[in-house]
T-cell receptor, first 114, second 112 residues
Framework: EAQVTQNPRYLITVTGKKLTVTCSQNMNHEYMSWYRQDPGLGLRQIYYSMNVEVTDKGDVPEGYKVSRKEKRNFPLILESPSPNQTSLYFC?????????????FGSGTRLTVV | AQKITQTQPGMFVQEKEAVTLDCTYDTSDPSYGLFWYKQPSSGEMIFLIYQGSYDQQNATEGRYSLNFQKARKSANLVISASQLGDSAMYFCAISGTYKYIFGTGTRLKVLA
């Protein structure tokens, strides 16, 4: 089944404790992206990747890191999480940035930083 | 820079009626794509429909159609014959040179 697998689904952590949210797709998609969703703000792009080893900042990159060492994986790293990073996170992929089929989204990760 | 504006935080529609969800955009890219997504209460994001900036005809997918007015920079979603299962959050999005930007969403409630 074509899918984007995101883990974990739920995570509660403490301020400053490094964490990684994994994202993997099995569709050979080139374009991958991370978003955070907050009430009233919609989805805001954190980072995106056009292909392996090609990543760039979205609109809200502060406090996050990403890497794209393999085409299928695009982990999101929070080196020192803070409470303002409490949010719902989505990983998404598409064949290309301007693909007509739209994104395939992961199931989301609800992160709480206390 | 790109921007998406959805001015309707919430909408109600009677079952079996049509409803239009508004979306306006701004971009400096000569070529771009416009998308609509649905997010039911369960939380997953579902792709609905796509419109390319050079497409001459409005996109349609089943009960969904995209009313694209390039000069007005609008890309409204029309849902015909609303069903109770259409109750959800709807997001408009634009893809440009590199970034892929979403609006703040419209929450649609279909009334029986």
């Amino acid at each position: 089944e074509a899918q984007v697998t995101q883990n974990p689904r739920y995570l509660i952590t403490v301020t400053g404790k490094k964490l990684t949210v994994t994202c993997s797709q099995n569709m050979n998609h080139e374009y991958m992206s991370w978003y955070r969703q907050d009430p009233g703000l919609g989805l805001r792009q954190i980072y995106y990747s056009m292909n392996v080893e090609v990543t760039d900042k979205g609109d809200v990159p502060e406090g996050y890191k990403v890497s794209r060492k393999e085409k299928r994986n695009f982990p999101l790293i929070l080196e020192s999480p803070s409470p303002n990073q409490t949010s719902l996170y989505f990983c998404a992929s598409s064949p290309g940035r301007d693909a007509v089929v739209g994104y395939t989204f992961g199931s989301g990760t609800r992160l709480t930083v206390v | 820079a790109q921007k998406i504006t959805q001015t309707q935080p919430g909408m109600f529609v009677q079952e079996k009626e049509a409803v239009t969800l508004d979306c306006t955009y701004d971009t400096s890219d000569p070529s771009y794509g416009l998308f609509w997504y649905k997010q039911p209460s369960s939380g997953e994001m579902i792709f609905l429909i796509y419109q390319g900036s050079y497409d001459q005809q409005n996109a349609t997918e089943g009960r969904y159609s995209l009313n694209f007015q390039k000069a007005r920079k609008s890309a409204n979603l029309v849902i015909s014959a609303s069903q109770l299962g259409d109750s959800a959050m709807y997001f408009c999005a634009i893809s440009g040179t590199y970034k892929y930007i979403f609006g703040t969403g419209t929450r649609l409630k279909v009334l029986a």
